[in-house]
T-cell receptor
Framework: DQQVKQNSPSLSVQEGRISILNCDYT??????FLWYKKYPAEGPTFLIS???IKDKNEDGRFTVFLNKSAKHLSLHIVPSQPGDSAVYFC??????????????WGLGTSLAVNP | GAVVSQHPSWVICKSGTSVKIECRSL??????MFWYRQFPKQSLMLMAT?????????EQGVEKDKFLINHASLTLSTLTVTSAHPEDSSFYIC???????????FGPGTRLTVL
């Protein structure tokens, strides 16, 4: 059962335009959401996060929006650059049985930004 | 710069041998580290939570006798793949959370190929 879903496996965008990556979740216990960027054969790199008490967080070209009622979040990249081409993972955080925080990952969306 | 290192970055071994992968947090202490596995074109799969000074917590379906985890210090966790078989070939990634910054930092990953 996929608790964090990224329904678009891939996305292609023209350089300079906006990239919108979507993520849906099912577990209302999640209280923190994160986006990571990953290049092949490398570990993920943290991009931006948002607490469940907020509905928007912005950091430079990256903005994350959270709609708790819809259990949906999205990552906006504007303007998109060719160097943004990578796989983007959405992750949701909750405490596990051992009172440690655990990340639940989506399957990722491969973004291609075309020059 | 990197805050979590992994060693080795890639390893090729014969079937039946054991392989040890090290994960180090470089400028902070991590009482908890996570070990992930990633298959091609799939998401990150959490294998286990490594706890300093106590036993690791394994996710359902992960064989604890096959994937031995030792968290010997606040900056080092090791994953040993015992009696490796070709189906263990994968990309293994560790992470160390910095919950004060509400994120996890990932190592660069280790590519394991079992012949």
């Amino acid at each position: 059962d996929q608790q964090v879903k990224q329904n678009s496996p891939s996305l292609s965008v023209q350089e300079g335009r906006i990239s919108i990556l979507n993520c849906d979740y099912t577990n209302s216990m999640f209280d923190y959401f994160l986006w990571y960027k990953k290049y092949p054969a490398e570990g993920p790199t943290f991009l931006i996060s948002i607490s469940s008490i907020k509905d928007k967080n912005e950091d430079g070209r990256f903005t994350v929006f959270l709609n708790k009622s819809a259990k949906h979040l999205s990552l906006h990249i504007v303007p998109s650059q060719p160097g943004d081409s990578a796989v983007y993972f959405c992750a949701a955080s909750a405490y596990n049985a051992g009172n440690n925080r655990k990340l639940i990952w989506g399957l990722g969306t491969s973004l291609a930004v075309n020059p | 710069g990197a805050v979590v290192s992994q060693h080795p970055s890639w390893v090729i071994c014969k079937s039946g041998t054991s392989v040890k992968i090290e994960c180090r947090s470089l400028d902070f202490q991590a009482t908890t580290m996570f070990w992930y596995r990633q298959f091609p074109k799939q998401s990150l799969m959490l294998m286990a939570t490594s706890n300093e000074g106590s036993k690791a917590t394994y996710e359902q379906g992960v064989e604890k006798d096959k994937f031995l985890i030792n968290h010997a210090s606040l900056t080092l966790s090791t994953l040993t793949v015992t009696s490796a078989h070709p189906e263990d070939s994968s990309f293994y990634i560790c992470s160390a959370p910095r919950w004060a910054k509400d994120t996890q930092y990932f190592g660069p990953g280790t590519r394991l190929t079992v012949l």
